[in-house]
């Protein structure tokens, strides 16, 4: 059981170098951890239910300390969105956000695929019979669907703690909204993204005709998705710039989202959520306006006792992941 228990953590420790290695190709290597699952090898600790986190459409465990997955839990709807997963997920995401214990997320999918995107049996009633008595107030009543819908996602672009997506199969839809708004993206081989909304006769308003121009760069590109509903295989997506890595199948890509999640969630989490913070704001914002935040910033977070103990680490040759630091 102990020379299990000192293989697993050999494994994951290759996992984390190789990761962080400069020269990593994203396929050349395939990453399996034997055993129990995924999660709980990659933590070397039992995954449990995470405390006040119950819900019907996603699952919310503790994979390792620090760090909470936040499954989409509909696997026999292909996790398709319905209307409980919209309200859950702003819940979900403003507790994560309050959880001073949590510095890293990763998001994932049940069973064969990432998401369908929208549920349109179950949201159809919302959408093709508005209530409202004449078209201002059906199309305020619209606006504020909408709204609320947008907020499902931007709970998690305005959580300050990192999160990661691990997405394999399809990422239809409303996923590539959900994707789009956290940080880090990884996918399976397998995995494809489709902006589908002009196939079922509307634009994306949720996020994804927003953010993915700013995620990858090439307008023209954002363009030629968000017009023809087109599949973007995942090799397209790593060139892109939408994924950062490509990994051989759905277990070697959660196993290497778990291990980036534990590898950030050893820093300070003044400094990585800082970090997320002034990274947010300057996408938005001019370089000198940006400048001018992160000064104000940093005059009251350079003085975080993180500093102090971050840097006698590196003094010392310690690793971070042997430094305490109060939660945040």
């Not at 996790?79 to 859950?88: P, Q, S, T, Y």
């Not at 994560?96 to 995107?117: Q, Y």
């Not at 927003?210 to 023809?228: D, K």
């Not at 295989?233 to 070697?252: I, Q």
Request: a neutral charge.
């Amino acid at each position: 059981m102990a020379a299990g228990i000192v293989a697993s953590r050999r494994l994951r420790d290759l996992l984390t170098r190789r990761l962080t290695g400069s020269n990593y190709a994203g396929l050349s290597i395939s990453l399996r951890l034997t055993g129990s699952s995924a999660q709980e090898e990659a933590s070397g600790v039992a995954l449990g239910e995470a405390p006040d986190h119950s819900y019907e459409s996603l699952r919310v465990t503790s994979a390792q300390k620090h760090v909470l997955h936040v499954q989409l839990n509909r696997p026999n709807k292909r996790n398709a969105m319905n209307k409980v997963f919209w309200r859950e997920m702003v819940e979900c995401f403003n507790k994560i956000s309050r959880d001073a214990d949590c510095r890293a997320v990763v998001i994932s999918g049940a069973g064969k695929m990432f998401t369908a995107g929208i549920d349109l049996m179950d949201m159809a009633s919302d959408i093709l019979q508005p209530k409202g008595d004449d078209v201002a107030r059906i199309s305020w009543y619209l606006r504020d669907i909408i709204t609320r819908y947008q907020e499902t996602f931007n709970v998690i672009e305005r959580c300050p703690k990192p999160v990661i997506a691990a997405v394999h199969g399809g990422c239809i839809g409303g996923g590539v909204d959900l994707v789009t708004a956290c940080d880090i993206r990884y996918c399976a081989q397998d995995a494809f993204f489709q902006v589908k909304e002009v196939d079922v006769g509307l634009a994306a308003d949720v996020g994804t005709l927003q953010r993915l121009p700013r995620v990858i760069g090439n307008q023209s590109l954002v363009n030629e998705l968000a017009f023809t509903a087109r599949k973007m295989m995942a090799d397209e997506a790593l060139g892109s710039g939408l994924v950062s890595r490509v990994f051989p199948d759905k277990e070697v890509t959660l196993d290497a989202a778990l291990a980036l999640a534990a590898e950030i969630s050893s820093k300070s989490p003044v400094a990585v959520q800082s970090t997320k913070v002034n990274l947010l704001y300057s996408r938005d914002h001019s370089v000198a306006e940006s400048l001018n935040y992160v000064a104000s910033w940093n005059m009251s977070m350079l003085q975080t006792q993180d500093l102090v103990k971050s840097v006698q680490a590196t003094t010392e040759n310690k690793e971070l992941k042997t430094v305490t630091f109060s939660k945040l």
